[in-house]
């Protein structure tokens, strides 16, 4: 049986391809271990199978933006390098809008909120992202509390930058770690019982609800990248089986509706 690949194909047309990458899996080369599996390569190998006429070679990918190998969610590829140049720009630049859902630990006292912590990326001996007012670069993400259930909450992350593990670590810092992470927060899967108002199956028998980083890239609004083009474009992805479950279960037993 042909193994699933580890990415869903959300948009493609001449100048872009656009994916939902499964969690678990690099964008590109990881700086510590080349020989890791990784998705550029992969979708590289997709299109040249895919291809109708092997003597036609497949179209050249540009990584545009990456995102954590743990996160899950939308990835953009230019295919020239036009595209890729005004893209790189686009995000560099703030053009991008960019949406996140986090399942955090705790229950946040705001609705609202916003981190402009300066971020230095592989600041101390576990290559993690620290937080340095005088030596990090500045930094923003904006937070909004979309419900809680029990000692977790589900929260929509905005960032305006791109610093290497910046949404992880602002929610750190604000005392709410992404659940499973294991850098900034702890590496502890998330079970029904743990939120669950009289739950009453066999603990030695559940299984979590989720056992991965709770991170996922969710929307994503290109401003144009071609000269015929008009408007921005609009990109989602949903949530994955395992954080769509939690989730469900979170707004069917929490105390907050979901805000749309």
């Known amino acids: 049986m042909k193994q699933k690949p580890p990415f869903t194909l959300v948009y493609e047309d001449d100048f872009i391809t656009v994916v939902d990458k499964a969690p678990g899996i690099g964008v590109g080369a990881d700086r510590w271990d080349d020989t890791r599996e990784r998705l550029d390569r992969i979708l590289a190998a997709y299109y040249a199978e895919k291809a109708a006429d092997p003597t036609i070679p497949p179209p050249r990918l540009f990584t545009v933006h990456r995102i954590d190998r743990e996160t899950s969610g939308l990835v953009v590829f230019a295919r020239d390098g036009e595209t890729h140049k005004r893209l790189s720009a686009a995000f560099e630049t703030r053009q991008v809008t960019k949406q996140y859902l986090a399942v955090v630990h705790g229950r946040p006292s705001w609705t609202e909120t916003s981190c402009e912590l300066s971020l230095v990326p592989n600041g101390d001996k576990r290559h993690r992202t ?22 977790y909450s589900l929260v929509e992350a905005l960032p305006a930058t791109g610093r290497t593990h910046q949404i992880r670590v602002h929610l750190a810092s604000l005392g709410h770690p992404v659940v499973n992470d294991p850098l900034y927060g702890s590496l502890k899967p998330v079970f029904l019982s743990s939120f669950k108002r009289g739950w009453q199956g066999d603990p030695l028998e559940e299984k979590p609800l989720l056992a991965r980083l709770g991170l996922h890239a969710a929307q994503l609004i290109l401003p144009p990248y071609r000269s015929d083009q008009a408007n921005s474009l609009l990109l989602e992805a949903p949530p994955p089986r395992d954080l769509a479950a939690l989730i469900r279960q979170m707004e069917k037993n929490g105390d907050r509706k979901s805000v749309e």
């Open 130 to 151: 620290i937080i340095d007012q005088y030596r990090g670069k500045k930094s923003q993400t904006r937070f909004r509390l979309l419900l809680s259930a029990g000692n």
